[in-house]
């Protein structure tokens, strides 16, 4: 974090260009003092002021944990450096498979940044927003680098001829050398932020945790009683990958799902099933509270313009829609274990529409019920703004 000093000025009776000169110059000098952080912090080094901080935290804890245990209790001495010991090699892992994803995922960005075509670049960026999670192996890089070789002379020589041929060739083989090198740097960048989340978790009891999550706030709208759905909802849209994907969106609503720790959020484009462990025990005596920075898993995504039918039954939201308009997005680990939200294509759909079904469980009938009467509303005003076409089904149809 960086901290800028308050300023303090007394007896101020001055013009305002000696105020602003002494503003210019105060913060300048704290910038400037606080500048080493700023690049401390580049993924591209490696991230050494986060290293330093987790090393200088795990050698705190192996020096300072053995000597509270003895002040309580003799026998309390094995304990002691047993946790100390403990906190020393988790936070010294953490810190040094976190430098190599820093670095690793930098270097793969400024390798595809620099040699590979807007194509590659565009198929990088969904893998990132969680499109698409397969990535190809090295040798089918290294294949595709050797086609390039082959097929870049073709293209520059089209393009700009004779010259087109050199440039051609130089960029074929980077691409040879430079495929493989971003297959091999992503897929260790992918092995060293798995160890990194493992070690993770061994830091779990030395976190603080915040009583709730930060309200939202607006100018054009007044200071309204805190709501842990509303501010779940708004936490989601700022920080599900990354913020990036999701920025743009318009909470209309964030209703809990029946099971622990899953919210169904709406915008007013998108349906998004997400969940976070750390809100598992929401609302029960045992909730610790929300950690500094929870982990949203999007499980599911729906756009609004593909729902084609919406009802409610016994608590349950079931939505059909139709998959070729839509991003259906299942988590497959998720997939693995039964939750509230069961999706399920139907295939034998008199039809010639590809369908799925997603229902969403509720604790009680009124809050499905809410959600559902807000939903029809939000597809309603989506049809008024010109969404495409609408595909409308028959009750019958829908089995």
């Given at each position: 974090?960086?901290?800028?000093?308050?300023?303090?000025?007394?007896?101020?009776?001055?013009?305002?260009?000696?105020?602003?000169?002494?503003?210019?110059?105060?913060?300048?000098?704290?910038?400037?003092?606080?500048?080493?952080?700023v690049f401390g912090s580049a993924g591209v080094i490696g991230n050494p002021m986060g290293f330093a901080r987790s090393v200088g935290l795990g050698i705190k804890d192996f020096l300072s944990v053995p000597a509270r245990s003895v002040l309580q209790s003799p026998a309390g001495l094995i304990t002691g450096m047993?946790?100390?010991?403990?906190?020393?090699?988790?936070?010294?892992?953490?810190?040094?498979?976190?430098a190599a994803t820093q670095f690793s995922r930098s270097a793969h960005k400024g390798i595809v940044a620099l040699t590979f075509d807007d194509h590659a670049v565009a198929k990088m960026e969904k893998q990132q927003k969680g499109i698409s999670s397969h990535s190809k192996?090295?040798?089918?890089?290294?294949?595709?680098?050797?086609?390039?070789?082959?097929?870049?002379?073709i293209k520059g020589a089209e393009k700009h001829g004779l010259p087109g041929v050199l440039s051609g060739i130089a960029l074929g083989i980077t691409g040879l050398v430079a495929r493989p090198a971003a297959s091999i740097l992503e897929i260790t960048g992918k092995t060293a932020q798995s160890i990194r989340n493992r070690s993770k978790l061994h830091q779990m009891g030395l976190q603080r945790f915040r009583v709730r999550l930060p309200r939202p706030l607006s100018r054009e709208l007044p200071l309204r009683p805190y709501s842990w759905e509303e501010a779940v909802g708004t936490s989601i849209l700022a920080e599900a990958d990354g913020g990036l994907k999701l920025?743009?969106?318009?909470?209309?609503?964030?209703?809990?799902?029946k099971q622990g720790g899953q919210f169904v959020v709406i915008t007013e484009r998108l349906i998004l099933i997400v969940s976070c462990s750390c809100l598992v025990d929401l609302g029960k005596p045992e909730f610790p509270g929300v950690l500094a920075d929870p982990e949203w898993v999007i499980e599911a995504e729906i756009g609004m313009e593909s729902v084609i039918h919406a009802d409610t039954a016994g608590g349950v939201v079931h939505i059909v829609?139709?998959?070729?308009?839509?991003l259906?997005?299942?988590?497959?680990?998720?997939?693995?274990r039964g939750t509230g939200t069961r999706g399920k294509r139907g295939n034998n759909s008199p039809t010639p529409l590809p369908l799925f079904q997603t229902n969403l469980e509720f604790t009680c009938e009124e809050a499905?019920?809410?959600?559902?009467?807000?939903?029809?509303?939000?597809?309603?005003?989506?049809k008024e703004q010109g969404w495409g076409c609408v595909y409308l089904l028959h009750q019958s149809n829908l089995k």
């Open positions: 974090q960086i901290h800028l000093k308050q300023l303090v000025i007394t007896h101020h009776m001055a013009s305002w260009e000696s105020i602003q000169e002494i503003l210019v110059r105060h913060y300048i000098r704290q910038i400037l003092h606080e500048m080493y952080k047993a946790q100390g010991t403990t906190s020393l090699l988790s936070n010294t892992v953490y810190a040094l498979s976190d192996g090295v040798i089918n890089e290294f294949f595709e680098g050797l086609t390039g070789l082959l097929q870049s002379p920025k743009d969106e318009i909470l209309v609503m964030c209703k809990a799902l829609g139709s998959s070729s308009d839509t259906l997005r299942q988590n497959q680990q998720q997939l693995k499905a019920e809410n959600l559902l009467q807000v939903l029809l509303s939000t597809i309603e005003k989506g």
